[in-house]
């Protein structure tokens, strides 16, 4: 289980850089409340954004976005709409994306490949 948290660890820390790199600002990071967590959640501009982060070690389970369900997608959802309730004052407009990582760390330490797909849910 350690090691598939710090693949976690390792994989929203990417995704942060990598959204900070692309001018988003960070306003938190595993937040959780009843309905679920949201991985980061960042401003894109004027838009409020929740960012599922999956990470995986080669594809022997598929490519990491796979795992963003019909079902972890609502929940994301009433995640995000909690956290404004509780945290933004107005009505900003929302967004949810995905960040996959793939990362094959014993084929020669490879480089990790991210795939942003926004609106997933």
Known sequence: MAVRTALG?????????????????????????????????????????AVEVKTRRGLGFGFPLEAVTARKQVRLRRALLTFVDRHVVGRPALRIDGIGISWSPGLGGSTPQVEHVRGVA
């Open 9 to 49: 660890t390792f994989g929203e820390r990417l995704a942060e850089e990598y959204l900070v790199e692309r001018g988003a600002v960070v306003v938190a990071r595993q937040w959780r409340c009843r309905a679920g967590e949201l991985d980061l959640v960042v401003w894109d501009g004027p838009v409020l954004v």
